[in-house]
């Protein structure tokens, strides 16, 4: 043979070195199929993958007569993909296709003598390179679970003398040799796109699980994502101001993708009733109607009590109407503020918690026991159960000590009394707290190095640039860039969803407005926001995510 044993050695720590700092694997696997020409000094080689959905691809040649070398697409014009599956019913194979489908190596002194094997493919090639392809050594490449994963071919191999011969026995034992490190490359590649692949599924699935939680979520954590991968991409792209410099490596991209998949993921341990509440007095029901079944009693009693009245001929019955009516019209104005406070979307005045207040020391008989039908656990949380088994005067609108339950405060006037939204101080703690849950459960993944700042990227999206955000109180200064495009992807996502039954959808010009405000108040870092505005991400996004009739015409210079 023409390299001497030294060589080889070389070159073999060579390729060992190499695959230890090249990324692409195809240039790896070129260096091998190269090493294991050289060794019989074939003139010509092809490296073939089969990959999982059966097709047969070229993806690297060489050619050292012609000075040619050719990496994945590149040898199209020599073979397109091959179906192997078709193949199998061809009366004439190629010798790639037989090596491939009977797991044999196929070695031919001379390619164009034999007739049981369709050379059409060194016809072409021989053609296309006015060149001349004589002897043939095939090869399928078989991983250590026993399944073909590829093959080589090689042609020509030539003495010391430059003549070429037939490939020897000693020759395949060799060329069989070093190409099994191809072998294990292509399945630790193939293992590591597997394993890639059940990651991605898993944090969709979990990412799904979680917005299917709760029917008012939609989609949220599969749009953050798309937010975030817009904002990233134009802050990359910037090539003046503050963000000129800023770069994302791959593995950042990678994070980034991940932390935006599972931002929420915490949300799995927060009742739904808590992330859906629309109204002041919703658990897994709005209690308002338990209240107006109240008001109902009362207006039935100011009835009865009229009716009385009237039989006694206490007084005229024109008084005792409008004794009646102006009753019934109290109790309707009193009943209209409840409900009206109950929805949440305008902040309370002091009047009207003072109004709350008066209204909820108004009495009514209840008649059947409020024992009766609950569970147990439930029962041991009442203060009085003798009272509560019979007939009392009990509070119109009530706070009682079964109301608090765990961390939860469920009473009915304390929960009117929320000055803004729907969502009480106990409540808003633990939604807050799913951040928290988020970053443990991420700390608890053994991400690789390189993805490392999955858990800062995902567990800062609720943090402020002021300091004043959770659960951290970080500033700008103490987060990454990365960490604020998540807090705005979030934000604008929120702000545009239209399945919320806590808010009616906003119009595009509302949530930048909102976005300014957030901007200026040290809420959201000022610099990827202008990013944002300028670049036109929100208005991209709007265009494919959001319904039309939120989309309204604005000066993007108005919301800077």
């Known amino acids: 043979m023409q390299y001497e044993d ?27 199929i190269d090493l294991a020409g050289h060794i019989c000094s074939a003139e010509a080689g092809f490296f073939y993958t089969l990959a999982d959905d059966k097709f047969l691809n070229l993806e690297y040649s060489y050619n050292e007569k012609l000075h040619i070398r050719k990496l994945g697409s590149d040898n199209n014009q020599y073979q397109t993909s091959i179906f192997i599956p078709e193949s199998r019913n061809k009366q004439v194979k190629s010798a790639i296709e037989t090596c491939i489908i009977n797991n044999e190596i196929i070695n031919l002194p001379e390619i164009y003598t034999s007739t049981k094997l369709d050379n059409t493919f060194f016809a072409n090639y021989d053609a296309l390179n006015n060149y001349a392809s004589v002897s043939l050594l095939t090869i399928p490449l078989v991983n250590r679970k026993g399944y073909v ?32 490190l191809a072998t294990l490359i292509l399945e630790n590649r193939k293992l590591n796109e597997d394993y890639g692949q059940l990651l991605e599924s898993f944090i969709e699935v979990l990412a799904r699980a979680i917005d299917a939680k709760s029917p008012y979520t939609g989609a949220h954590c599969q749009r953050v994502p798309v937010i975030a991968r817009m904002l990233a991409t134009a802050a990359v792209q910037e090539e003046n101001g503050p963000l000129k410099d800023f ?5 950042d991209w990678y994070a980034l993708n991940i932390a935006s998949w599972l931002h929420d993921c915490g949300k799995v341990t927060t009742p739904e009733y ?55 019209r109290e109790l309707e104005a009193e009943f ?22 008066e209204i909820s020391k108004k009495q009514f008989v209840r008649y ?13 949380h009442m203060d009085d159960l003798e009272a509560a088994a019979h007939p009392q005067m009990e509070n119109l609108l ?22 803004s939204g729907t969502i009480n101080k106990e409540e808003r703690e633990k939604i807050n707290e799913h951040i928290i849950v988020t970053i443990d459960m991420l700390r608890a993944l053994p991400f690789p190095k390189e993805l490392s700042n999955v858990v800062e990227y995902a567990g800062a999206h609720h943090e402020r640039i002021d300091g004043k955000g959770y659960p951290n109180g970080l500033t700008g200064d103490q987060m990454s860039i990365p960490a604020k495009i998540m807090a705005i992807a979030d934000i604008f996502e929120a702000l545009t969803a239209n ?14 407005e909102i976005m300014k405000y957030m901007k200026n108040s040290g809420h959201i870092d000022p610099d990827l926001y202008d990013v944002f505005i300028r670049s036109g991400v929100y208005k991209e996004y709007a265009e494919q995510y959001i319904s039309k009739e939120q989309i309204d015409n604005v000066n993007p210079e108005d919301y800077l």
């Not at 007095?281 to 009245?309: G, M, Q, S």
């Not at 399945?499 to 930048?512: A, G, N, T």
Request: with cysteine.
């Open 6 to 32: 030294s060589s080889i050695l070389e070159e073999f720590l060579n390729i060992s070195d190499s695959l230890i700092k090249e990324t692409d694997y195809l240039v790896s696997i070129g260096k091998i």
């Open 149 to 180: 994963v590829g093959a080589v071919q090689y042609i020509n191999p030539k003495d010391i003398k430059g003549k070429y011969i037939s490939f020897t026995k000693d020759m395949q034992k060799e060329i069989s040799s070093v190409c099994n």
């Open 247 to 251: 770069e994302m490596s791959n593995d």
């Open 274 to 328: 808590i992330v859906d509440k629309a109204t002041k007095l919703e658990t897994i029901n709005n209690r308002i109607h338990e209240i107006r079944n109240r008001f109902e009693i009362l207006r039935r009693d100011a009835h009865i009590e009229y009716l009385k009245k009237r039989l006694a001929n206490v007084a005229p019955q024109e008084t005792l109407q409008a004794e009646f009516v102006n009753k019934i």
């Open 336 to 357: 209209d503020l409840v409900a009206k406070c109950n929805i949440g979307d305008t902040p309370l005045t002091d009047k009207e918690i003072e109004m709350l207040e």
């Open 368 to 380: 059947f026991s409020r024992v009766k039908g609950i569970s147990w656990a439930e029962r041991d």
């Open 398 to 419: 009530q706070n009682r000590k079964d109301h608090v339950w765990g961390p939860y405060n469920r009473g009915e006037l304390y929960n009117l009394k929320v000055r």
């Open 499 to 512: 399945d919320r039954p806590y808010k009616e959808p906003k119009k595009i010009s509302q949530v930048l």
